[in-house]
């Protein structure tokens, strides 16, 4: 009982899971901490305030609507997401185009038993298992028959 647990445990993609978890906190709280100390304070300066907008208020009926802490999470929410995407996203993507090697494309057609689509050099649909003539064969049998 104990063994499967300790094998379930020691999987590479459990560990993995687990690694990429807490990098991802540490990261998150990184991202914080730099929307919270220079972007929201440049937002303050950029509309005239101090960048903390927790203490925007309005009344109706004699009910008050805190509305700057909504102001504060939705202004940390896109700084979060647009350092994200310029420091994060759009460099990995760039990096990945350059570095990693592109997967050539299979030309494909649809397998005369279930459509399903399967490469042209196929002899079997993965999907139905049936047996089909590879695109290759099968031009070369229609010019021998005039088609």
Known sequence: MLKGFRDFMMRGNVVDMGVGIVIGSAFTAVVT???????????GVVVGATGDFSTYTFTVFKVSFPYGEFLNVLIAFIMTAAVLYFCVVLPVTKASA??????????KRPCPECLTEIPEAASRCSAC???VQPLAVVAQADSRFGR
């Open 129 to 131: 298992t049936a047996q």
């Open 33 to 43: 901490g730099f929307v919270k100390a220079f972007l929201t304070p440049l937002v």
């Open 98 to 107: 350059k570095y990693l090697p592109k997967k050539p494309k299979v030309a």
